[in-house]
C-alpha cells in the first residue's frame, strides 16, 4: 500500500498486504529496529561471551541489548528521566523453572511483560564516547546454572552486577545478537559502535575471535495486532530496510558503527546492510575466568 504523506513529494510505501482488514499504521517518521548478530560453530556451544560497547550519541529511552541468548539479555540503559543503567533479565524456561537472582549490586526482582522472569538493573554512569566491556560468564553447580554480569570501564577494573540462577539446566551460548531499541518511538538520533566480540569454547575453554558482524534491520509498519489482521506482525516487516537507519565500518575496520533514528522516512541509499569483517585480536586482552 502506498500512502500520500504532506511533506513528501511522492507516496510513500508503508504497508504490504494483499488480504482485507483494519491496519493501524505508525507514525512516520518511525525509527526502525538495527541489530549486529554473531554466530558460533561450536557443538556444545560457549560458557563466556563478551563485547566492547561505546556510545556516541546517547539519548533518553534506549535500551543497547548488547548480548541475545536463549532466554536472556543484556546491556545498557538509558531511561527516560535520563538515568544510566546496567541491565540483565533470564526469562522462565519452557518448562516453568523461574530464574533466581542469587546476587545484585543494585535493584532486582521479577517482571510478567513480554513474558515472564527475572531481573537485575544496575545505576552506572556510562559515560558517551567511552567504551566499556561486558561480560557474562555461564557454569554449572550442585544441579543450577548461573550466569553472572561484569562490566568494566577501558583501562579500569572489573565491577560483578549481577548473578542469576535456573534451579536446572539453563541454556548454553551458542551465539549472540546485539539491538539498539528506542522504547518510547521518541525518533531521536541514537548510535554507538562495538567491538571485540568474542566467546569461549565450553569444552576446550579456547577463546574465538568472532569477527563477523552481520548488520540487520526491521521496520514494523503495525502499531499493535487488531484482531481483523491476519497472521502477526511480523507477517508486515521491512526486513533489511535502509530507511532512517545507518551503518558504517570505523577506521581500520576496528569496529562497526550504527545508527537508528533522527531522520526522515527516507532511506541512507547503501541498500542491503551488510556484513562486516573486523580487525580484532585473536582473544580478548584478559582471558582467565572472573572470580
Known amino acids: 500500500m502506498l500512502f500520500a504523506l504532506e511533506g513528501y513529494d511522492s507516496p510513500i510505501h508503508l504497508l504490504t498486504t494483499d488480504h482485507p482488514g483494519i491496519y493501524a499504521i505508525r507514525g512516520v517518521p518511525g525509527t526502525p529496529g538495527i541489530y549486529v548478530d554473531w554466530y558460533g560453530t561450536a557443538p556444545d556451544g560457549y560458557d563466556i561471551i563478551q563485547v566492547d560497547w561505546c556510545c556516541q550519541d546517547p539519548v533518553d529511552s534506549t535500551y543497547w541489548a548488547v548480548f541475545n541468548w536463549d532466554r536472556g539479555y543484556a546491556g545498557f540503559q538509558q531511561r527516560e528521566d535520563g538515568r544510566k543503567l546496567l541491565l540483565m533479565s533470564l526469562w522462565d524456561l519452557d518448562d516453568g523453572t523461574q530464574p533466581q537472582v542469587e546476587y545484585a549490586y543494585g535493584l532486582s526482582g521479577r517482571f510478567d511483560h513480554e513474558g515472564s522472569g527475572a531481573f537485575a538493573f544496575t545505576d552506572y554512569e556510562w559515560k558517551e564516547e567511552t567504551w566499556y566491556t561486558m561480560r557474562i560468564q555461564r557454569w554449572e553447580q550442585d544441579g543450577k546454572t548461573y550466569y553472572e554480569q561484569w562490566v568494566r570501564e577501558e583501562g579500569g577494573e572489573w565491577l560483578k552486577t549481577a548473578v542469576i540462577s535456573y534451579s536446572a539446566e539453563g541454556p548454553r551460548f551458542q551465539s549472540n545478537g546485539m ?18 566480540m568474542y566467546a569461549r569454547n565450553l ?6 575471535s568472532w569477527n563477523r558482524y552481520h548488520v540487520v534491520t526491521i521496520y514494523f509498519p503495525l502499531v499493535e495486532h487488531l484482531s481483523t489482521i491476519p497472521g502477526s506482525v511480523w507477517d508486515y516487516v521491512f526486513w533489511d530496510t535502509d530507511i532512517n537507519v545507518d551503518w558504517e565500518l570505523g577506521p581500520n575496520g576496528e569496529y562497526v558503527w550504527i545508527r537508528s533514528g533522527g531522520g526522515d522516512f527516507s532511506g541512507n541509499g547503501k541498500g542491503k546492510p551488510p556484513v562486516y569483517t573486523v580487525n580484532q585480536p585473536r582473544q580478548p586482552a584478559d582471558t582467565r575466568w572472573l572470580e
Open 179 to 196: 539491538f539498539q531499541e528506542d522504547w518510547q518511538g521518541n525518533n531521536l538520533w541514537r548510535s554507538c559502535r562495538l567491538r571485540n
Open 203 to 208: 569444552v576446550t575453554k579456547e577463546w574465538e
